[in-house]
């Protein structure tokens, strides 16, 4: 950075809007404010009073600390908040939200103010998709409202690039995961107690079993596949539940001997061990980001929107295909080294993580990207 770039960053006044002290986003929020306080930015951080305790922060010359009612979901307080952090915004250059909710919040703060009064906003999302009902409204109003969206993994990015003038990756010093997967069983056991032996390419498929196209689809291509590559041994674990699942177990399980119905709580440890995942939009027991977790190739079932969080990492085929499905199987059993790249690449989309030492510059390029970009 010039040194005229400096100055313009130590005037810029900042105010950072946290719902929690214990998430992943709270965890890389501290390691910024601290650093920015430290470098001598004017900064301020607006939070519930237990919130604040949590963090430790101490106020100084640098650093101001403001008790707001601010929840982590929807609250009867929310207008509140949102009518103070609208009286604070006109002394403030950036706002720097971490969470869903906060960056409404956010968001919320603005009505009402001149443009020539707005500040920047920066927002952090991520999974947060609770059943509450005000989600996926949430979303729609931080796409209106924020300069640049941070999203916890790349789909996230993916969701509001189109909306926002900027989208990219969190710094985050963990990942944003509602579920940590890790098999439990090698390979070796998991096959041994399923009694696939080893050279017999596994595929698994945590697809809900319900009837429909896709669960046809798949249980056609898994019981054509010894013929369709008679040079090679097979064995399919679905891994699902549903109201088919006896169906499956009696029908087609029951008759090939190379279809299996394993316990749903086996899921991670099976998918782990499958050299090919055939995964679907409706899935149990583990969803696409815990699928990509384990560093496993996919193929999707469906249409291309809904194998969204996948980004270019799966292979996608019809809902209605089974020639397509059994080709992309055979593609990743006959082709190791992409399996392995295929595999790293969805992992990374959900599990990148920004070395700690790294996250205050990240933050602060990020901020620059975002005053460039302007106010909303």
């Given amino acids: 950075m010039s040194e005229t770039e400096i100055e313009l960053a130590r005037s810029t006044r900042i105010l950072h809007i946290l719902t929690e002290s214990d998430s992943v986003f709270a965890e890389s929020a501290l390691i910024a404010i601290s650093a920015q306080a430290a470098q001598g930015l004017h900064v301020a951080v607006a939070a519930r009073p237990e919130v604040l305790d949590a963090l430790g922060l101490i106020e100084s010359g640098t650093l101001r600390l403001i008790e707001l009612p601010i929840y982590g979901q929807a609250h009867p307080a929310d207008p509140k908040a949102a009518f ?5 915004y006109r002394h403030i250059d950036l706002v720097h939200a971490h969470g869903l909710h906060a960056a409404a919040l956010a968001g919320l703060g603005l009505t009402g103010l001149p443009k020539s009064l707005r500040p920047v906003i920066v927002d952090t999302v991520g999974n947060e998709r609770g059943s509450d009902r005000f989600s996926a409204s949430q979303r729609k109003f931080i796409g209106r409202t924020a300069t640049r969206v941070l999203g ?23 990942p944003d995961v509602i579920r940590n997967l890790a098999p439990a069983h090698s390979s070796r056991t998991v096959r041994k107690q399923l009694g696939i032996a080893s050279d017999v390419v596994l595929v698994a498929s ?15 291509a898994a019981l054509r596949l010894p013929a369709a590559r008679a040079d090679r041994r097979w064995a399919f674990v679905f891994t699902g539940t549903g109201p088919a699942r006896t169906t499956l177990e009696t029908e087609i399980a029951g008759r090939a001997e190379h279809v299996y119905v394993a316990s749903p709580s086996q899921v991670v440890d099976v998918l782990a061990a499958a050299e090919v995942v055939v995964a679907a939009a409706q899935m149990s027991t583990v969803d696409a980001a815990g699928v990509m977790q384990l560093r496993r190739p996919v193929v999707f079932v469906g249409a291309d929107e809904e194998a969204a969080a996948y980004g270019q990492t799966a292979v996608r085929v019809p809902a209605t295909d089974t ?26 989309r959900v599990l990148a993580t920004t070395d700690v030492a790294q996250i205050p510059a990240r933050v602060e390029a990020d901020y620059t990207l975002a005053l460039e970009a302007g106010v909303r």
């Fill in 84 to 88: 103070a952090l609208h009286k604070l």
């Fill in 152 to 174: 916890s993994n790349a789909a996230v990015v993916e969701e509001f690039a189109a909306a926002v003038p900027e989208a990219a990756r969190a710094p985050l010093a963990r």
């Fill in 206 to 220: 945590p697809v809900a079993l319900v009837d429909g196209d896709v669960l046809t689809t798949i249980a056609e």
């Fill in 323 to 348: 020639s397509a499905l059994l080709h992309g199987i055979e593609f990743y059993a006959d082709r190791p080294t992409i399996r392995t790249q295929m595999a790293f690449a969805a992992a990374d």
